[in-house]
């Protein structure tokens, strides 16, 4: 029967007996008894969990231990808890530290801490074994409300801190944990828990051989309080197994002796007997080994107890030959554990070498997985991929093994590890369980390395869930546009807390949080990847977590019992997020700020090679040589020798140190070179695919002047580096653009110049620019120097450099515009424009010298101002020259638009009197058919074929004269150009060509018009010659009075404009002794306008008479009447 609980009745010496055995199952009748009898709360403690003596205990136990509960048997722990009647456990004990009863019980203080210790315990443990996420932190949250309760009555209770240190264990953060047991260890010094709780952190915070040695004297320490219960067999099991893992002989013969005496206390302890059966199966007594580990297996109920048991039984008989009792052993030990690979496989794997793989390889996935394990262990990851391959078509539902496959694969073959994951997310979604935040965390990550930001971001987001973080990227935290560049401020999330908004950042969501800020920083967000990169710092480094968490009386229990005022958490995951905001900051170029973040995150960390090499790089741009050379070695000496960014930037530093501006020897920039080629060269042959080095190595050949070796590799780098997000390299598209330049090669390198602007710099580096512009500047294309000088001017105003080299490039431009032999005005006319830029340019940074120093001699600029000045003269005649001449040639093109016009006027009057001829004729013929009846039909017949006719001659009319407009134009065009071309050529020389051309011209006219009148004659009737006599009277006398009126106001015109441009010819007028007529002036014009269009160009002899000139024209007309007939 078990044990029973007496409760005093109230006011009365009766006690009402509890068998606890037989609680009953609903606890709230339980809980109506207690509060109705007014039971003290130790008895509430015995109903809900076990003894009071012994629950603190049990509890700092089983967390800092990481025991089962109910392993822990001999211990005198029962009812509703040891039963397994949890909410009946929770209930009581909710019940119990309700306020109420707080209020009743406010003199007994041991007892309401128990209470609130087991409630936070409670939850501990949900949260450690809970799978979701949001659950897991409710469960913590809840934890730490009950220690806070409990440190508020008591903050020197030490199983008070002991649960918080094993909270934070559960929640990862060690060293907080680690701050809390430090505390239990102040107010009990042999307080065994603490003890075990401190190892326990050392163990799994130790990096070095000397942490491990501490934690080992931790441990050590703890169970040395055995003595005070000799018959302590866990005690001396633990300290046996302590000195048999030394490897040496007197560690083993200590270890055994402690083993013996355990079984000789107790013949049943399971891990002694195991820790004897694996010493008598190497000194080959294997029948011991068969003996002790069969009564191992009857005995324990551990799976982990039962899988050493049973792999002893295994090793004993593969020894020995009896594979199949092997393969049945080791096969019981596998389902017994869940990691086979720590201590089975190795040997399943010799067994496998006798036996055949087969024979796994359909039903054995945890033993291929392990082998798996092996390999990748030992660095052969082809054949581990291989085997975990395998282990996913043996069964295509083991997420485990596409998320171990996808581990393997992401050095290799990003691509692939992208898709095995997608299959694991979904394998474990279809199962019904939530995601692990790991395998969301490396989804986003591949997604971003793809470029696939928008996916990234949901997988970021979906791993995130819901948190603080919301409010920062949906911007319902207005402050945050505020402090977004304040990098070092933390008020946002103070004044956050002081509103009462919860901000909880659990330990497992900082990398992704990390990684999604670090994807806002990428697309230029840095506003938000700001305030996550602070609060992750807000959280786990900037304040004193204790402070934070506890109340500020324990705030001052932790100062005065440690010698620590501050706890720092996880410090070298999370100084990443002060780099990135140095990273930041530096963009910004804001060094100041940059140097101090960068200090903050080595007060942290001063061993740290990532931010020692960051200082490094600051320090060299505000030229500090020597510091800067100096943090490089500490960078490199920190990782003893085997960072390589450390050892790249130290041949950078001697790079730069080989092409500084002062003057140095020859020999010592070929050391600095040849010890940079010797650092790039170090790291190649540690890495070699290291593109950094490699484009440090073509530099230091470039400046050897190596120039075909040089631009193959920084080919070869960009391609590679092309291929990565993460890998962003403008340097080498400009060391590129150089190399080309250097070989003469301007266009090549001008359009790698304007790549690397638009690709990385969203065309805003004033240094590129200023690259470009060089570029521009020896290809001779001044004005395309100029602009993209002051581009790079707009960008950076105070550079005095870019505003020398403007004045440069507008002085080169005029100077080699005014050495043109052909110039225009306008071009003449910017000369001018630059040349009083340039002037003032020169000027500014002549004045500016007075006041600071820019770097420039004041003499140069002086000698600059000079010369401009000098060109400035010089461009002022060719201008009024050039001014001269473009005035003159719109003269001449004005003149010879109004002689076209005039021409184009006499020819259209010349088609309307023909049409009135045409419609004289065949109203003559109308005529005449109307009066014969008869004739009627022959009439209507011909009326119509004049009409068609007619309209036929109009229509060929109108596209000759459309052909003749084009043609005109063209030879506009051509006259025009001719002009610029032979407007050396004296006026003498157009006078006599126009001489010939018009006497020619004259007599072929006169051939041509005889003979065409002869032939007309002929084929006239009567009726026809009748009407041609009249109508030739008639209009001759009209056109020709017309066409006198109109040539004299034409010619008067054009002569007046002649003279208005100085180019009137006085010497023709005298020889014609002013009697020359309309027709001699408009030839001179046609003359004078185009020498070359023979229609235009014809001039009148001076030796002719008014006569030959009359019957000229008069011959002229009668042709063109003859035709007009025809």
Known sequence: MGGVVYIPVQNSEEEVMVALDHLPRDATDMIDILKAEQAPLHLWLIIAVGSPSSLAVYFALFRLCSVVLFNLSNWTLREYFKQGKLDQFRQILEEGSSPEIDEYYADVKYERIAILNALAAYYTYLGKIETKQRDKEEHFISATQYYNRASRIDAHEPYTWIGKGQLYVAKGELQTASESFRIALVEDPNCVPA?????????????????????????????????????????????????????????????????????????????????????????????????????????????????????????????????????RYYMASVKETSKPQEFVLPYYDLFLKQNGVELADSTHDNYVQAVGHIYSQLGEIDKAV??????????????????????????????????????????????????????????????????????????????????????????????????????????????????????????????????????????????????????????????????????????EVIKSKTEASQCWIALEDYVDAYLRLTAMAKARNNIQLSIELITDALKVDDKCPNALSMLGDLELKIDDWVKAKDTFRAAKDATDGKDSYATLALGNWNYFAAIRNEKRGPKLEATHLEKAKELYTKVLMQHPSNLYAANGAAIVLAEKGHFDVSKDIFTQVQEAASGSVFVQMPDVWVNLAHVYFAQGHFALAAKMYQNCLRKFYYNTDTHVLQYLARTHYEAEQWQECKKTLLRAIHLAPSNYTLRFDAGVAMQKFSASTLQKTKRTADEVRSTVTELKNAVCIFSQLSAASIYHSHGFDEKKLETHVEYCKHLLDAAKVHCEAAEREEQQNRQRLEVARQVSLAEEARRRAEE?????????????????????????????????????????????????????????????????????????????????????????????????????????????????????????????????NAMNEYEDDGAEKAQNDLIAAGLEDSDAEDDLGGHSTAINRKRRAWSESDEDDEPLGEKVNSAETDEETNGIKAKSVAGDDDEGDD
């Not at 694991?424 to 971003?448: C, D, S, T």
């Not at 987001?461 to 911007?475: H, N, P």
């Not at 602070?534 to 204790?546: A, G, N, P, T, V």
């Not at 004259?1002 to 009567?1022: L, P």
């Open 386 to 555: 291989e085997t975990f391959r395998k282990a996913t078509r043996i069964d295509p539902k083991d997420s485990v093994a596409f998320t171990e496959l996808g581990d393997l694969l992401i050095s290799s073959d990003a691509g692939a590890a992208l898709d095995v994951f997608k299959t694991a997310r979904n394998l474990i979604k279809k199962g019904g369980q939530e995601v692990p935040i790991e395998l969301m965390n490396n989804i986003g990550v591949l997604y971003f390395e793809k470029g696939e930001f928008e996916l990234a971001e949901q997988t970021f987001k979906e791993a995130l869930g819901d948190g603080i973080w919301l409010s920062f990227l949906t911007g319902s935290i207005d402050r945050s546009a505020y402090y977004s560049f304040q990098y070092k401020d933390f008020s946002l999330f103070h004044q956050l807390e002081e509103d009462g908004s919860c901000i909880e950042l659990p330990w497992n969501k900082v990398t992704t949080l990390f990684n999604y800020a670090r994807l806002l920083e990428q697309v230029n967000d840095t506003g938000k990847a700001s305030n996550m990169y602070r609060l992750i710092l807000f959280k786990y480094l900037e304040r004193d977590s204790m402070a934070d968490t506890w109340e500020g009386s324990l705030a």
């Open 195 to 327: 003890l075990l709780g401190q190892a326990c952190v050392d163990f799994n915070i130790a990096e070095r051989e000397e942490h491990y040695k501490k934690a080992m004297d931790s441990y050590r320490s703890s169970l040395e309080f055995y003595k005070l219960d000799p018959d302590n067999v866990e005690a001396l099991v633990a300290l046996g197994v302590m000195d048999l893992q030394t490897n040496e002989a007197h560690g083993i013969k200590r270890g055994m002796e402690k083993m013996q005496g355990a079984f000789e206390i107790h013949p049943y302890c399971p891990m002694a007997l195991n820790c004897l059966a694996n010493h008598f199966f190497f000194t080959g007594q294997h029948f011991l080994v068969e003996q002790l580990t069969e009564t191992a297996l009857a005995v324990s109920s551990h799976g982990l107890m039962k899988a050493h048991s049973y792999y002893n039984l295994a090793r004993s008989y593969h020894s020995k030959g009896d594979f199949e009792k092997a393969l």
């Open 912 to 1040: 309307q009197r023909k049409f009135q001829a045409s419609c004289y004729i065949l109203t003559l013929m109308c005529s005449v058919f109307n009066s014969s009846v008869t004739c009627n039909f022959g009439y209507q017949t011909l009326r119509t074929y004049l009409e068609i006719s007619m309209m036929n001659q109009l229509e060929k009319r109108k596209q000759e004269d459309e052909l003749k407009q084009v043609m005109q134009q063209e030879e506009h065009f051509e006259r025009i150009k001719e002009q610029w071309k032979h407007s050396s050529n004296t006026a003498g020389k157009r006078r006599e060509r126009s001489q010939v051309e018009d006497e020619e011209g004259g007599d072929r006219r006169r051939r041509r018009g005889g003979k065409r009148r002869k032939k007309e004659k002929k084929m006239k009737t009567r009726y026809e010659e009748e009407a041609d006599m009249e109508d030739e009277h008639e209009d001759l006398e009209e056109d020709t």
